[in-house]
């Protein structure tokens, strides 16, 4: 929940060394690309194409705090607009034996992953920089392109009225949509058993 505040009061949108991450497969293509084009660095952001899952829960938030942020792609992206070094793109995923027959190009490689995480449906925001090393970078972020946040499934109820009490008192953000996800416990899913005749 820091870095949504952070983005909130700041509005920033941070960019990462992606050497932290936990697919080192994932880190290991993009270090790859960051040499083999002489860049200092590499820096992402990631985002998913697909609705609201208990796998992007448990993988991506599954931490009391966690949150979902739905942007406006537009937007968000015009934030990037004229901002030097910024590519962006679909991830495409791919089998071991495929990438074999059919090698990848060095372009492809910061938005290349293996199959199994195709359920991802990944979006990226790359920052590449020649001369200077970073291992963060913040962008000016609109907050117009946030539509809707979501606060995770594990927050108790009485803590999530106050986040929306305290993001409703940060300026523009007064009428920002803040709903606590019922994925993990709905009471109209209940209530579809509960009418049962």
């Known amino acids: 929940m820091p870095i949504l505040f ?21 880190a ?13 660095t590499i820096l992402a952001i990631c985002f998913t194409n697909k609705l609201e899952t208990f796998h992007h829960w448990k993988v991506f938030a599954g931490y009391p705090g966690g949150v979902c942020i739905r942007f406006n792609a537009d937007i968000l992206m015009a934030c990037f607009d004229h901002v030097p070094g910024i590519r962006h793109g679909l991830v495409t995923y791919r089998l071991i034996r495929d990438l074999k027959r059919n090698a990848p190009t060095e372009d492809e490689l910061p938005f290349l992953k293996r199959k199994q995480y195709a359920d991802e449906a990944e979006f990226r925001i790359l920052y590449e920089n020649e001369k200077k090393k970073f291992k963060e ?9 946030i539509e809707r946040i979501t606060l995770g499934p594990w927050i108790p109820n009485s803590v999530c009225k106050t986040v929306k009490e305290v993001i409703r008192s940060i300026p523009e953000c007064s009428s920002m949509e803040i709903i606590h996800t019922g994925i993990v416990e709905s009471s109209s899913w209940k209530n579809i058993a509960i009418s049962l005749a």
């Open 6 to 26: 952070d983005m909130l009061v700041n509005r920033k949108i941070t960019l990462v060394d992606p050497a932290s991450w936990e697919d080192r497969n994932d």
């Open 28 to 40: 290991f293509f993009l270090e790859r690309y960051r040499e083999r084009k002489k860049l200092k």
């Open 137 to 145: 970078k913040r962008f000016a972020l609109d907050l117009r392109s």
